[in-house]
């Protein structure tokens, strides 16, 4: 692909075919642009040198991804093992349901397997535990290919004559706003109540572990005493005390419902044919509408192994595209990638609230995908800008939070009782507990992830963030940014380190290079904010949609026929102000998030104040 952007004479045939009188549809022109792109970041206006030159660092680039990735996959291999009792008050039956060591048959195994390690830093009351798993969760291979994807970026700006990686990435992007800016505007509204919330893990630390230990909240302290914090709550609940009701069987049910009820869609398991299957635990899914027929196809592959992708994700095995006069549309394929831990002998696989919002999530995605009718395949389903194709999965996610919808599908698999009213209540009251914190993490993230892409190696890293007053959230979002504008040569520990005493409300580990995990790094290089602003839109779209009737099929043929439809052969623009109007606005998020009150959410006069600038 990199030698074929590189072909001179196809990318003077697309730019003279732009020039000409010849009248293009909107999804031509989309698709002529983008092509456009490809030649342009593969150097095509270069001379045959330094052409080269860019193939191989595009190349180059690809393979360092590929390799960060594969090194997190091996890293969940990677085991830690403790006496049970050091694992108090973890819940008997996950202890039992543990590995023991081969080499200390006494002691249970504790794999590196993201679920895992959060289950330890939120249920383990020994610090000492809690710090070993978090200190041990990190990939060392990855910091010197961390090192070597940055230079290679670097490089990659500068040789087709760009200021940085960042202003390549931004080419590809929805939204004309300063990703900066809009991260610093929503930092600011997230602030006064991330700082109550750190006050009371200080205090819960204070009582737990002696005066004094509360100075510092470490980052093997944050979900431990964030869970105690919720526990001291009247008839707390969290996402485990409620996974009686989301057994992977209804959860799946669940989609089906949804997409039955907004689309006039049947999901159903179907038979496939020899060999099809890379695993026994794959599952092969149709959607089929009411009149049009089968529209795609998802596997659906939720369960860990050894070697497997060890995130959540839907991965593109067949885009959709139009074949001509008198030929079939091109059904889509995809693959719905989860990692949910399979219950042993008959018992039912029963979820978290959390990863049941993860698999509607991937759910949004594979919908975009085959519900998308485009001509092109370049531009199928979630193939268009990324800050715009996370807006369907972020929208589905508000689904698993409305009684209205749960009420139809999550019953417990031992009473049979829907999940109340009730419960959702106190459910959402618990995880907006600490939603300062919570958003300024991702914000302080994407932020540093644009700042890696843009500054010059002479930058001084503590006055890059001199004029931001942001914490927790902030964090993910900062150092994305941070990734793609600082040379490769920097020692990213150190300045994540120094991002936290600036901006986090609690205080960095010392030489844990954490950035070796931050998987993002790879598909979203400067790009890392899109998460916020994608959930910014989806806020409004569920408003203006669906926050009156969640399941109106009204509603949901308009985000078919006005929005999916189109994947990515559309402006984002256009698309997104069809749905919910020029007015955009962050009141929606930070009212979902608990930011807000009812009364700073609806006052007129805040309207400029929470301005969205798309």
Same mark, same amino acid.
């Given at each position: 692909?990199?030698?074929? !952007?590189?072909?001179?004479?196809?990318? +003077?045939?697309?730019?003279?075919?732009?020039?000409?009188?010849?009248?293009? $549809?909107?999804?031509?022109?989309?698709?002529?642009?983008?092509?456009?792109?490809?030649?342009?970041?593969?150097?095509?206006?270069?001379?045959?040198?330094?052409?080269?030159?860019?193939?191989?660092? !595009?190349?180059?680039?690809?393979?360092?991804?590929?390799?960060?990735?594969?090194?997190?996959?091996?890293?969940?291999?990677?085991?830690?093992?403790?006496?049970?009792?050091?694992?108090?008050?973890?819940?008997? *039956? @996950?202890?039992?349901?543990?590995?023991?060591?081969?080499?200390?048959?006494?002691?249970?195994?504790? #794999?590196? @397997?993201?679920?895992? *390690?959060? =289950?330890?830093?939120?249920?383990?009351?020994?610090?000492?535990?809690?710090?070993?798993?978090? &200190?041990?969760?990190?990939?060392?291979?990855?910091?010197?290919?961390?090192?070597?994807?940055?230079?290679?970026? &670097?490089?990659?700006?500068?040789?087709?004559?760009?200021?940085?990686?960042?202003?390549?990435?931004?080419?590809?992007?929805?939204?004309?706003?300063?990703?900066?800016?809009?991260?610093?505007?929503?930092?600011?509204?997230?602030?006064?109540?991330?700082?109550?919330?750190?006050?009371?893990?200080?205090?819960?630390?204070?009582?737990?572990?002696?005066?004094? $230990?509360?100075?510092?909240?470490?980052?093997?302290?944050?979900?431990?005493?964030?869970?105690?914090?919720?526990?001291?709550?009247?008839?707390?609940?969290?996402?485990?005390?409620?996974?009686?009701?989301?057994?992977?069987?209804?959860? %799946?049910?669940?989609?089906?419902?949804?997409?039955?009820? @907004?689309?006039? /869609? +049947?999901?159903?398991?179907?038979?496939?044919?020899?060999?099809?299957?890379?695993?026994?635990? %794959?599952?092969?899914?149709?959607?089929?509408?009411?009149?049009?027929?089968?529209?795609?196809?998802?596997?659906?592959?939720?369960?860990?192994?050894?070697?497997?992708?060890?995130?959540?994700?839907?991965?593109?095995?067949?885009?959709?595209?139009?074949?001509? #006069?008198?030929?079939?549309?091109?059904?889509?394929?995809?693959?719905?990638?989860?990692?949910?831990?399979?219950?042993?002998?008959?018992?039912? *696989?029963?979820?978290?609230?959390?990863?049941?919002?993860?698999?509607?999530?991937?759910?949004?995605?594979?919908?975009?995908?085959?519900?998308?009718?485009?001509?092109?395949?370049?531009?199928?389903?979630?193939?268009?800008? *990324?800050?715009?194709?996370?807006?369907?999965?972020?929208?589905?996610?508000?689904?698993?939070?409305?009684?209205?919808?749960?009420?139809?599908?999550?019953?417990?698999?031992?009473?049979?009782?829907?999940?109340?009213?009730?419960?959702?209540?106190?459910?959402?009251?618990?995880?907006?507990?600490?939603?300062?914190?919570? /958003?300024?993490?991702?914000?302080?993230?994407?932020?540093?992830?644009?700042?890696?892409?843009?500054?010059?190696?002479?930058?001084?890293?503590?006055?890059?963030?001199?004029?931001?007053?942001?914490?927790?959230?902030?964090?993910?979002?900062?150092?994305?940014?941070?990734?793609?504008?600082?040379?490769?040569?920097?020692?990213?520990?150190?300045?994540?380190?120094?991002?936290?005493?600036?901006?986090?409300? /609690?205080?960095?580990?010392?030489?844990?290079?954490?950035?070796? =995990?931050?998987?993002?790094?790879?598909?979203?290089?400067?790009?890392?904010?899109?998460?916020?602003?994608?959930?910014?839109?989806?806020?409004?779209?569920?408003?203006?949609?669906?926050?009156? +009737?969640?399941?109106?099929?009204?509603?949901?043929?308009?985000?078919?026929?006005?929005?999916?439809?189109?994947?990515?052969?559309?402006?984002?623009?256009?698309?997104?102000?069809? @749905?919910?109007?020029?007015?955009?606005?962050?009141?929606?998020?930070?009212?979902?998030?608990? /930011?807000?009150?009812?009364?700073?959410?609806?006052?007129?006069? !805040?309207?400029?104040?929470?301005?969205?600038?798309?």
């Amino acid at each position: 692909m990199q030698g074929l !952007n590189a072909h001179a004479a196809l990318y +003077d045939a697309l730019v003279k075919l732009e020039a000409s009188d010849h009248e293009l $549809s909107a999804e031509e022109r989309i698709m002529s642009a983008s092509l456009r792109k490809d030649f342009e970041q593969g150097g095509i206006g270069l001379g045959t040198a330094d052409r080269g030159t860019v193939v191989a660092l !595009n190349s180059r680039m690809h393979e360092l991804g590929s390799q960060f990735t594969q090194n997190l996959q091996q890293n969940t291999l990677k085991e830690i093992s403790f006496h049970p009792e050091a694992l108090k008050p973890l819940p008997s *039956v @996950l202890i039992k349901s543990l590995k023991r060591s081969s080499s200390d048959p006494g002691k249970v195994i504790i #794999p590196m @397997l993201p679920s895992a *390690v959060s =289950t330890v830093m939120q249920w383990v009351s020994n610090p000492t535990v809690r710090r070993k798993i978090y &200190e041990a969760s990190v990939c060392h291979p990855n910091t010197e290919v961390l090192k070597q994807l940055l230079n290679v970026r &670097e490089e990659l700006a500068s040789a087709l004559s760009f200021e940085n990686y960042l202003s390549i990435s931004l080419r590809d992007r929805a939204s004309t706003e300063s990703p900066m800016r809009f991260l610093e505007s929503l930092a600011k509204e997230v602030e006064k109540k991330a700082r109550q919330e750190v006050r009371i893990l200080k205090s819960l630390k204070s009582e737990a572990e002696g005066a004094g $230990s509360g100075v510092h909240i470490y980052p093997w302290d944050r979900s431990y005493y964030m869970a105690q914090a919720k526990a001291k709550l009247s008839e707390p609940l969290d996402g485990s005390s409620l996974c009686e009701y989301f057994s992977l069987s209804s959860c %799946v049910e669940g989609m089906g419902m949804l997409v039955k009820s @907004l689309f006039g /869609i +049947d999901l159903l398991e179907c038979e496939a044919s020899e060999n099809e299957l890379w695993h026994p635990d %794959v599952k092969k899914m149709q959607m089929r509408h009411e009149t049009e027929g089968v529209l795609g196809y998802i596997y659906l592959d939720l369960y860990p192994r050894a070697g497997k992708y060890n995130h959540a994700a839907q991965f593109t095995i067949r885009c959709g595209r139009d074949q001509g #006069p008198g030929v079939d549309y091109q059904k889509p394929v995809v693959a719905l990638v989860c990692n949910f831990t399979n219950a042993s002998g008959s018992d039912p *696989v029963l979820l978290s609230h959390g990863e049941a919002e993860t698999l509607f999530h991937e759910f949004g995605h594979a919908c975009h995908s085959l519900l998308s009718r485009t001509k092109f395949q370049h531009l199928s389903g979630t193939r268009g800008p *990324v800050d715009f194709v996370e807006i369907p999965s972020h929208l589905f996610e508000h689904f698993i939070w409305d009684h209205r919808v749960l009420s139809k599908f999550a019953r417990s698999v031992y009473t049979g009782r829907a999940i109340s009213q009730n419960e959702i209540d106190r459910f959402q009251r618990d995880s907006s507990m600490f939603s300062g914190m919570d /958003i300024q993490q991702q914000i302080l993230l994407s932020a540093f992830d644009l700042e890696l892409h843009t500054k010059p190696s002479s930058s001084n890293w503590t006055q890059v963030f001199s004029g931001m007053d942001i914490q927790q959230q902030i964090l993910l979002s900062a150092f994305d940014l941070e990734l793609h504008t600082k040379p490769s040569s920097s020692n990213w520990t150190q300045v994540y380190s120094d991002l936290f005493k600036k901006f986090a409300c /609690i205080t960095p580990a010392t030489n844990v290079p954490w950035e070796t =995990t931050f998987g993002h790094v790879v598909g979203y290089g400067a790009g890392y904010y899109s998460y916020l602003y994608a959930k910014v839109i989806a806020s409004e779209i569920w408003q203006a949609l669906f926050q009156k +009737d969640p399941t109106s099929r009204a509603s949901g043929d308009r985000l078919r026929s006005d929005f999916l439809i189109y994947g990515g052969s559309r402006d984002p623009k256009e698309l997104i102000t069809s @749905l919910v109007g020029q007015d955009m606005s962050v009141r929606s998020y930070l009212g979902d998030a608990g /930011i807000l009150d009812d009364g700073e959410q609806h006052a007129k006069e !805040n309207r400029e104040r929470f301005k969205f600038l798309f």
